[in-house]
């Protein structure tokens, strides 16, 4: 499939840090982290149907019983929402990084077999690599994977067989990959899967597509690009906000391309030049790419 050209305006949107982009019963759905808000948006509504939270959301899943498991700021909490995206029900499941203040929750995803994989982040100034990676689930609880610390944990997502986790410290410009074991939380043979080429550009989310290619959004270089199960390059699509963050696939055809951009981080000049920042883009794929989104089991 070629890959080269510029993405589209899909919603006008004005997110401060928008990120985990997921298309689930038949809705967009992303986080606005810095804003503490959850977004939610049907394709040819004029409207985005939002629902504001007690903290900030780095990540989240659907769970089978029609809840929601968030990721908020230092603790991972089952949601319920009423039709009009309000929040009925917030139970806190388990701390994350109590005893270290520096630290946040951010990207996160379901791996193939229903658990919830997420990692945190280092809100000091330093940017010391303090941040680690977990597996969660309601019968073994929370599991800390024996990755690398980082600074930024990113671009988690799985192979089809959901045997190869993907993952990066964004401050790395590296996305490396490891064999993964669902049931015992394991990790061994890690490995680099792609060294990013460009000085500016800086790994945020990824998505594995239905022919086993990892698209990955980089930010400060307004792109979202499509790599091989080999890690080569295949393509990259532009948008019209340097920071990109976190791209999906879906759609009712299951194939459409989605993706989440950010302010955080434009001064005053990069804002009046880039207006949209903040806004959703995407484009229609030349075929089915989309792998639907495993749910938490809850």
């Known amino acids: 499939m070629k890959l080269d050209g510029e993405l589209e305006l899909v919603l006008p949107h004005g997110a ?8 689930q ?4 759905w992303w986080t ?44 991972l909490a089952i949601a319920a929402l009423d039709d009009a995206m309000t929040l009925t029900q917030l139970q ?4 994350v990084d109590a005893a270290e203040p520096r630290t946040r929750i951010n990207d996160g995803r379901t791996d193939r077999r229903g658990n919830f994989v997420f ?3 280092n809100e000091a100034r330093d940017k010391r690599a303090i941040a680690s990676f977990y597996q969660f689930s309601m019968q073994h609880g929370m599991r800390r994977l024996a990755l690398p610390a980082v600074a930024i944990a990113n671009s988690i997502c799985f192979s089809l067989d959901g045997r190869t986790m993907y993952f990066c410290d964004t401050l790395s410009q590296r996305i490396q990959q490891c064999d993964y074991d669902a049931e015992t939380a394991q990790v061994d043979n890690l490995r680099l899967f792609t060294q990013l080429d460009d000085a500016g550009a800086w790994p945020d989310g990824s998505v594995i ?18 790599y091989d199960p080999a890690g080569m390059l295949m393509g990259v699509l532009t948008a019209p906000a340097a920071h990109t963050t976190c791209p999906a696939l879906g759609g009712d055809g299951m194939d ?6 950010a302010r955080s981080g434009l001064g005053r000049d990069a804002l009046a030049a880039q207006p949209l920042s903040g806004s959703l883009f995407g484009l229609r794929l030349p075929q089915a790419l989309a792998v639907p989104e495993p749910l938490f089991e809850d």
């Not at 401060?16 to 298309?23: K, S």
């Not at 459409?256 to 951009?261: A, G, I, N, R």
């Open 209 to 226: 597509d239905a022919e086993g290619c990892l698209w990955n959004a980089q930010w400060g270089a307004g792109r979202v690009a499509r």
């Open 16 to 23: 401060t840090l928008g990120e985990g982009l997921l298309w």
């Open 119 to 121: 990692g945190t982040l």
């Open 256 to 261: 459409e391309l989605l993706l989440t951009s």
């Open 92 to 95: 806190t499941l388990a701390a």
């Open 32 to 75: 606005d982290i810095e804003a503490s808000v959850l977004h939610a948006w049907r394709p040819g509504q004029r409207t985005v149907e939002s629902c504001r939270l007690p903290d900030r959301l780095g990540s989240f899943a659907h769970c089978r019983s029609g809840r929601l498991l968030l990721g908020l700021t230092k603790r």
């Open 25 to 28: 019963r038949g809705r967009w």
